[in-house]
């Protein structure tokens, strides 16, 4: 099945989504999105129906009255975005501009999904009084409207009556989860996903952070966290801590576009980690000592 996914967003997992359901156990019961953005991993996940239900949240409060339209009156939104997107004249500048303003004004999620179509790179950008500043991006003009409405209704059609949808700090969302549930938390790298008040975002820190994810180990509950990453021998973010147990996976982002344009040859890589829990439902520890034991053998033998 061709996953929708109608919310443009710089820093969606889109294309890795497949590769992190592989991490999936059977039988989740809610698959809850903390840092949703997009939600991508949602919408893959609902097309496999891998979870009974889905909890996605976002600080960014349009972006989750966004998620309500989509889910809840895909139609008027399809017919909103298609008034907008077609109303694009001569001077789309200007009319962009226009769509900003008033999205500041009203904060309309109509708009909002215009503006993530239109501006540079789908990413969310604020000024220091939480309006919206992100420029267009001359050479995107946006979904055509039929493309997008397809992508309005399959989201809908997968989510609609098993989607709860919220909007607060990612702490308050992973204290829900129980141990038949799953989490995928994907923080912003600092500076590359905006929430509504920029200042906002630091305070995604890696100390707190990490203690969230702690008290998640002491209470056995499954997650996975996409945190840092590498480019060729570069690393980007900074690693988890050992103390916390997780079984680090790599997956292949593709070949990074900078680094093509340098004249080099480098694959991005995203790190996956999985925390103990999912682990020993996954046999993924299991694994480990079993293969030692088995290597200790064939060494034996050989002497
Ligand atoms: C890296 S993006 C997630 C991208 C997402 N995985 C996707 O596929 O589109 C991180 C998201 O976290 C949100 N965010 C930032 N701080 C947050 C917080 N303290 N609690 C909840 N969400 C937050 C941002 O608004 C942003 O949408």
């Given at each position: 099945m061709?996953?929708?996914?109608?919310?443009?967003?710089q820093?969606?997992k889109?294309s890795?989504?497949?590769a992190?359901?592989?991490y999936f156990?059977e039988g989740?019961n809610?698959?809850?999105?903390?840092?949703?953005?997009?939600?991508?991993?949602?919408?893959?996940?609902?097309?496999?129906?891998?979870a009974?239900?889905?909890i996605?949240?976002?600080?960014n409060?349009?972006l989750?009255d966004l998620w309500?339209?989509?889910i809840?009156?895909p139609?008027?939104?399809?017919?909103?975005?298609?008034?907008?997107?077609k109303?694009q004249?001569g001077d789309?500048?200007?009319?962009?501009d226009?769509?900003r303003?008033e999205?500041n004004r009203s904060?309309?999620?109509?708009?909002?999904?215009y503006?993530?179509?239109?501006c540079v790179?789908?990413?969310?950008r604020?000024?220091?009084d939480?309006?919206f500043?992100?420029?267009?991006?001359?050479?995107?003009m946006?979904?055509?409207?039929?493309?997008m409405?397809e992508?309005?209704l399959?989201?809908?059609?997968?989510?609609?009556?098993k989607?709860?949808l919220?909007k607060?700090?990612y702490?308050?969302?992973v204290?829900r989860?129980?141990s038949?549930?799953?989490?995928y938390?994907?923080p912003?790298?600092?500076?590359?996903?905006?929430?509504?008040d920029?200042?906002?975002?630091k305070?995604v820190?890696?100390?707190?952070f990490?203690?969230?994810?702690?008290t998640?180990?002491?209470?056995?509950?499954?997650?996975l966290v996409?945190?840092?990453?590498r480019?060729?021998?570069?690393?980007h973010?900074?690693p988890l801590?050992?103390?916390?147990r997780?079984h680090?996976?790599e997956?292949k982002?593709?070949r990074?576009?900078q680094a093509?344009l340098?004249g080099?040859?480098?694959i991005t890589?995203?790190?996956?980690?999985?925390s103990?829990?999912?682990?020993v439902?996954?046999s993924l520890?299991?694994?480990?000592?079993?293969?030692a034991?088995?290597?200790l053998a064939l060494?034996e033998?050989?002497r």
């Open positions: 061709k996953v929708p996914h109608p919310i443009p967003y820093g969606s889109r890795l989504a497949s992190i359901l592989d156990p989740v809610t698959l809850l999105e903390p840092f949703a953005g997009s939600a991508a991993l949602t919408l893959a996940a609902a097309a496999r129906s891998v009974r239900q889905y996605i949240n976002d600080l409060e349009p989750m309500g339209e989509i809840n009156s139609e008027k939104l399809a017919r909103q975005y298609e008034c907008l997107r109303a004249h789309r500048r200007s009319y962009y226009e769509v303003d999205f904060s309309k999620p109509d708009h909002f999904l503006l993530l179509a239109r790179k789908a990413s969310v604020y000024n220091a939480g309006e500043n992100q420029s267009p991006d001359n050479r995107r946006g979904a055509l409207p039929e493309t409405r992508h309005i399959g989201a809908s059609c997968l989510l609609r009556g989607t709860d919220l607060l700090d702490n308050e969302v204290a989860a129980t038949d549930d799953l989490i938390l994907d912003p790298y600092q500076g590359v996903c905006g929430s509504r920029p200042r906002y975002l305070s820190l890696f100390d707190e990490v203690e969230v994810l702690e998640l180990n002491h209470r056995d509950i499954s997650y996409s945190y840092d990453g480019t060729g021998n570069r690393t973010g900074r801590p050992d103390r916390l997780l680090l996976v997956l982002a593709g990074s576009s093509t340098l080099r040859n480098e890589v995203e790190s996956l980690y999985l103990p829990a999912l682990a439902k996954l520890c299991r694994r480990y000592p079993r293969r034991a088995e290597q060494l033998g050989a």
